[in-house]
């Protein structure tokens, strides 16, 4: 079994900045992808950004040139800088991890987890 933490939510202005954090803990083997959700009221859980183990990002058309996701694999944890937000921007971030943990037995399964949500809020 394993765990998501998100942290780093919080109000901001238009324009300002966030940083969140998501860290992942239990029973680990690795990590083949972590990446950011969000989802605003009445509205479906969007992708915002997904990052590899090796490295390789991916993030929706709407935060390019704005958000960045990386990763401390040391420490199991993701970031996603936010920077120039907008109202737009204002949701509930979900941290999700494809993960290998170990298995009940000698094996591993590989999974998926989703943190509790974090909220972010844009406003003047």
């Known amino acids: 079994q394993v765990q998501l933490v998100e942290s780093g939510g919080g109000l901001v202005q238009p324009g300002g900045s966030l940083r969140l954090s998501c860290a992942a803990s239990g029973s680990i083997f690795s990590i083949y992808a972590m990446g950011w959700y969000r989802q605003a009221p009445g509205k479906q859980r969007e992708l915002v950004a997904h990052?590899?183990?090796?490295?390789?990002?991916n993030y929706a058309d709407s935060v390019k040139g704005r958000f960045t996701i990386s990763r401390d694999n040391a420490k199991d944890t993701v970031y996603l800088q936010m920077n120039s937000l907008k109202p737009e921007d204002t949701a509930v971030y979900y941290c999700?991890?494809?993960?290998?943990?170990?298995?009940?037995?000698?094996?591993?399964?590989?999974?998926?987890?989703w943190g509790q949500g974090t909220q972010v809020t844009v406003s003047s």
């Open positions: 990052i590899t183990s090796g490295g390789s990002t």
């Open positions: 999700n991890g494809d993960i290998v943990d170990y298995g009940p037995i000698a094996t591993t399964r590989r999974r998926d987890y």
